[in-house]
């Protein structure tokens, strides 16, 4: 075998000028071959390291004060406050309810009836007119039936009004039971309100404000 053939199955140059004519070895390819091109670079840098953490460009960025939130957040709705139910340890007199009820219709619920202010209001007094004495021998059939017509008015007005009396004395009674509920609930809220700016500020002092 001649010393040039058996170099050149080896991949040894057989002399150290062509070795340098020559760019690389055969069976290697070059090396710029391997390098990706700055396309390539771009491309690898904006996707992410890993396939299942986002890139930093894609995590959204927090909501800055006076930037409109976004059509689909889920904002809680508005609560009457009419439907608001206050657990209230009140039980009326059954005595006081029949005489704060009209007879034949629903029972008077102090929780739910709610007076306005028009009929808060004070009476004003009346200056009763003053009696006229009329003698026995005029008083006819017309004159009896005016006097039971206006006895029996005075009397609807009477009841009405020691109704409506009542009725406010029962509204009044659990509304002073549910004032004094919801004052002791807003004490056990700022309390708890109190021990939650503790902790934000313990939080906040050792990590940082949010």
């Known amino acids: 075998m001649d010393l040039e053939e058996f170099l050149s199955e080896n991949g040894i140059p057989p002399s150290p000028s062509q070795h340098d ?8 390819q070059p090396a710029a071959s391997t390098a990706p091109s700055v396309m390539d670079l771009s491309s690898r840098a904006s996707a992410p390291l890993h396939p299942g953490i986002p890139s930093p460009n894609c995590m959204q ?30 039980e009326p007199d059954p005595a006081d309810l029949a005489l704060s009820s009209i007879p034949g219709q629903e029972m008077f619920d102090p929780r739910k009836r709610k007076f306005s202010e028009e009929e808060l209001k004070p009476q004003p007094m009346i200056k009763k007119a003053r009696k ?34 009542n009725q406010i004395a029962i509204r009044a009674s659990f509304l002073e ?6 004052r002791q609930e807003v004490a056990d809220l700022r309390k708890e309100l ?4 503790n902790i934000l500020a313990k939080y906040e002092a050792r990590h940082g404000p949010l």
């Open 194 to 197: 109190g021990k939650c700016k």
């Open 177 to 182: 039971k549910e004032n004094s509920a919801l």
């Open 61 to 90: 960025s927090p909501i800055r004060p006076g930037q409109l939130l976004p059509a689909n957040r889920n904002t809680p709705s508005p609560i009457d406050p009419d439907t608001i139910q206050v657990p209230v340890g009140y």
């Open 21 to 28: 004519h020559s760019p690389h070895p055969p069976g290697l």
């Open 132 to 165: 006229v004495f009329i003698p026995d021998d005029l008083k006819d059939d017309k004159y009896w039936a005016r006097r039971r017509k206006n006895n029996m008015a005075a009397k609807r007005s009477r009841d009405a009004r020691r109704l409506k009396e």
